[in-house]
């Protein structure tokens, strides 16, 4: 039982080990558009490398536009920027200040919730490109 | 002595030129801090290199002015080893410019998650000879009276060492705290020395901006790191005869994954040499193992 407890745990996602505590805490800058712009900015510059420009993964790092992510509570996605998971590759991101990494997940759930309006992920990604700082006015 | 160095050193165009040349590369984010000597409990991203430069220049007592030039090659080999080579090289005036040797070092962090206090494991291979003016780390009773001898008597001295470091860092509500614990062996001869380093900083601004942009505070921080000798296993925790530095530092990151980095370093007792200036430029390559393995593929 023991064993299976430890593999239970080492099986559980990054999501799903953040505690109780963790996913609780809301996003200040749910909804912000200029958080969401400065999160795109944010996302290009650390997280792109990795799960692809436009978040849905490049074969190393899973997609960040999913069912998983975007039904995930914002605490629960905070615990992750912080922790990482070193095991899996993906760093600690508890360098960036707490307000960045807010932005950036206030990117990623615009992101999602774009990516769940539309059935066409490849116009939608198009469209979510538009909201990089690239293009703003 | 020090606005002959500063105008010696930071006044030359050519200290600025390969500099700006990495400036204009697009590229990737340099995520590392904007210490010199501190390290911190970061890791390199997993399958990416960082490649800096950085020299430090400085003019000891009754001494001949130096340039000690470092290339480093960092690469992340797993979330939890980081590995590093360094190469050392320094020229000195009236005297003449020589290559120093290399290190290699190994970061092991030690904990998976993060926490109030991260700890990470330093061990590194040194094989300088003494005529190295790097000052990456201070121990023992280093002292600027190291630095006197001609470079033709250095190089002749052979300094293989093994450094152990124990790293403790945090993050905490935009604040770096970082300290070091040093203990270094010369493999040929006794005694175990001992110094430290301790670092805090932090960016310039918590928030990012929508738009892009190169001059702005997000992309700054700055900080204080202190370190410096604290004697032999012998002997230890002397003041008086060790040295010291004081040492403000700034990094300002740029938006195509170049970092630059500068510190003056004020010595604090008579043992240190008076002033430091030290300057660098790092730059890194995301995905870099990948890139070469489909070379090979």
């Given amino acids: 039982m023991a064993q299976t407890a430890v593999l239970s745990r080492h099986s559980r996602s990054p999501l799903e080990r953040a505690g109780a505590v963790s996913r609780s805490e809301p996003n200040p800058y749910q909804g912000n558009r200029e958080a969401e712009r400065a999160g795109a900015k944010l996302f290009r510059r650390y997280c792109a490398a990795c ?82 700082p690239e293009h703003a006015p | ?147 006197l001898e001609s470079n033709a008597e250095g190089r002749g001295e052979k300094e293989r060492e093994l450094e152990a470091k124990l790293i403790l860092g945090s993050h905490f509500r935009g604040w770096n705290i970082s300290e070091n614990f040093i203990a270094e062996k010369n493999l040929a001869h006794a005694p175990f020395e001992f110094g430290y380093a301790v670092g805090v900083s932090r960016p310039l601004a918590s928030a990012a901006r929508p738009e892009r942009c190169r001059v702005c505070p997000e992309n700054f921080q700055a900080g204080i790191e202190l370190y410096g000798g604290l004697g032999t296993h012998e002997h230890f925790g002397s003041v008086a005869d060790t040295a010291h530095y004081l040492a403000p530092v700034v990094a300002w990151q740029l938006p195509n994954g170049a970092s630059l980095q500068i510190s003056p370093a004020f010595g604090l007792t008579g043992s240190s040499v008076p002033f430091l200036l030290r300057f660098g430029v790092s730059y890194e390559v995301a995905q870099f193992g990948r890139v070469v393995s489909r070379m090979f593929r």
Avoid: C
């Fill in chain 2, 1 to 147: 002595m020090t606005v002959n160095l500063i105008r010696k050193f930071v006044f030359r165009p050519g200290t600025y030129a390969w500099a700006l040349l990495l400036a204009a590369i697009p590229g990737v984010h340099a995520a590392d801090g904007p210490y010199f000597v501190t390290y911190g409990h970061d890791m390199e991203e997993p399958g990416s290199l960082e490649i800096s430069a950085s020299q430090v220049a400085g003019h000891p007592d009754g001494g001949h002015r130096f340039v000690n030039a470092l290339t480093e090659f960092e690469y992340g080999l797993k979330g939890w080893w980081t590995t590093e080579v360094y190469l050392h090289g320094q020229t000195t005036a009236h005297d003449s410019t020589v290559f120093t040797g290399y290190r290699w070092e190994n970061r092991f962090r030690l904990l998976p998650r993060e926490h109030w206090i991260n700890p990470v494991l330093y061990v590194e291979f040194e094989n300088v000879n003494g005529a190295d003016r790097s000052l990456l780390e201070v121990v023992g009773f280093d002292g600027q009276e190291d630095f």
């Fill in chain 1, 51 to 132: 799960h692809g420009e436009d978040a849905r993964g490049n074969g190393k790092a899973p997609p960040l536009v999913s069912p998983e992510v975007g039904g995930a509570m914002p605490g629960a996605l905070f615990w992750v920027l912080r922790n990482g998971s070193l095991a899996s590759g993906m760093p600690s991101f508890s360098r960036l200040p707490e307000a960045q990494r807010w932005q950036i997940i206030a990117w990623l759930q615009r992101l999602n919730a774009a990516g769940s309006a539309t059935a066409s992920p490849p116009e939608n990604a198009g469209a979510l490109r538009s909201w990089g």
